[in-house]
């Protein structure tokens, strides 16, 4: 079982960034890939980025490509996503979750967090 809590989420204005936070619970964090996902208003949850358990293989939304950037810290047992240049259209619910490969799919994600939110004003 694993317990995810983000953090990190608030108002920016456009061109900002904001650096979001996923605490992990458990003793086997390095074992599971983890993922960024979000949710706008009236939209389906969409991938943002994902990352191996080890070695730390990235994968991104072409949406997000070179603005965004997924780590994580397995000593601490947590992943972040810095958001840099942010736009109005990136506002939106970010969810964090944990699954055994790397995938833009929700269903391959076992566990998820209760999600932090983002708004970018214009």
């Known amino acids: 079982q694993v317990h995810l809590v983000e953090s990190g989420g608030g108002l920016v204005q456009a061109g900002g960034s904001l650096r979001l936070s996923c605490a992990a619970s458990?003793?086997?964090?390095?074992?599971?890939?983890m993922a960024w996902f979000r949710q706008a208003p009236g939209k389906e949850r969409e991938f943002v980025a994902t990352i191996s358990g080890i070695g730390g293989r990235t994968n991104y939304a072409d949406s997000v490509k070179g603005r965004f950037t997924i780590s994580r810290d397995n000593a601490k047992s947590t992943v972040y996503l810095q958001m840099n240049s942010l736009k109005p259209e990136d506002t939106a619910v970010y969810y964090c979750?944990?699954?055994?490969?790397?995938?833009?799919?929700?269903?391959?994600?076992?566990?998820w967090g209760r999600g932090t939110q983002v708004t970018v004003s214009s």
């Open positions: 458990g003793r086997t964090f390095s074992s599971y890939a």
């Open positions: 979750a944990a699954g055994p490969v790397r995938s833009y799919l929700l269903d391959a994600y076992n566990y």
